[in-house]
């Protein structure tokens, strides 16, 4: 193979390696001790981290990752690796694929030594986050950058940043969620997406418009471009079109809040109750900032959800999967390396 062949990296969060409170610690350790993560001075992250995270929150995701293991190990390890086998067949040996983790394994740094062994040269770089934000698309980007710094060859990235509006995105949606919804017949549709401190989303605003007003997201604007938040409604907005739902009769709403500080809103367990208040007894839930589904769809939505919706007296919740390896999604992935592989015209 030429050494100016282009190889594909898909990059995910990462998992540890069992769903053990000594693997998850590990896993918690490494992933929180990023600046991007948890984005306070780094005395302050210390003492948050080793005197009340770690001692405490580690069993308590081991139990969690327990309700989600599966004899082919983690959700979001084995939908990677079917993904990433799946687009070895589209495009190896013209374009070889790896899956690195920006936490835990397969190591990012051992991803791009199986590419550059390959003699791959030019790598496609694409974070599997839909949306754009520093704590996750952000933080894989560095790392990939600096461990290709360290390498001894000279290795060219070409980086996809977000891709929540490539039609294949919603293509792949449509082809999951569709026949789904229409067997459920809900009478309401949450988009759920992954939360983020509000301070980390004002961190980034340079024109000073985010979360000044309660509907700042919810019409697109230049302001907003690069704002995670507005890219979710953005999202909402593109995938109820996509699925052909009443507008009025969906939501969007954020989880995984962590902590005492603020989180963008609204929240997804306060909203859960309010739909129920508001007469809706079948929910069906779309988490669309994952592309594989993991421990905060599969536990946090399909459990921990179902479980409070069922004690609020509710009929039925439905979540809707993940795109994770469907040949949609995989076709769409692979429109977006070869797309970001042409040469520049």
Request: aromatic share 6%; glycine share 6%; charged share 20%.
């Amino acid at each position: 193979m030429s050494d100016t062949a282009t190889g594909l990296l898909l990059v995910n969060l990462g998992t540890p390696d069992a769903p053990r409170a000594r693997e998850v610690r590990r896993y918690l350790r490494e992933f929180l001790s990023d600046p991007r993560v948890i984005d306070l001075p780094a005395p302050a992250r210390w003492l948050l981290l080793h005197l009340f995270i770690l001692p405490t929150r580690p069993r308590r995701a081991a139990e969690a990752y327990a309700k989600v293991w599966t004899e082919a190990g983690s959700p979001l390890l084995f939908h990677g690796e079917a993904l990433a086998s799946a687009l070895r067949g589209r495009l190896s040996p013209e374009m070889p694929v790896a899956l690195g983790m920006r936490y835990g394994n397969p190591s990012i740094a051992s991803a791009l030594a199986e590419l550059a062994d390959a003699g791959v040269r030019r790598i496609v770089v694409l974070p599997l986050f839909p949306q754009y934000s520093e704590a996750a698309t952000g933080s894989a980007l560095v790392r990939v950058r600096e461990v290709a710094a360290g390498r001894p060859e000279s290795l060219e990235l070409i980086e996809i940043n977000d891709f929540y509006a490539h039609p294949g995105f919603a293509s792949a949606w449509r082809s999951v969620a569709a026949p789904r919804i229409a067997r459920f017949e809900p009478d309401h549709v949450l988009f759920s997406y992954h939360g983020l401190p509000e301070r980390q989303i004002r961190s980034h605003d340079s024109a000073r418009h985010c979360l000044r007003q309660p509907d700042c997201c919810e019409a697109p604007a230049a302001a907003t471009r690069g704002c995670y938040r507005a890219q979710c409604f953005a999202t909402t907005r593109i995938l109820t079109e996509a699925l052909c739902l009443d507008p009025t009769r969906t939501l969007t709403a954020f989880q995984s809040r962590l902590g005492r500080t603020p989180w963008i809103t609204p929240h997804t367990d306060v909203v859960i109750p309010e739909l129920h208040a508001q007469g809706v007894r079948r929910l069906a839930i779309l988490c669309p900032s994952f592309v594989a589904d993991c421990l905060e769809t599969i536990e946090e939505i399909g459990i921990r959800a179902r479980e409070q919706w069922q004690t609020l007296g509710g009929e039925a919740l439905e979540l809707i999967p993940c795109p994770n390896s469907d040949p949609v999604w995989v076709d769409a992935v692979e429109t977006l390396a070869r797309t970001a592989a042409e040469p520049a015209r």
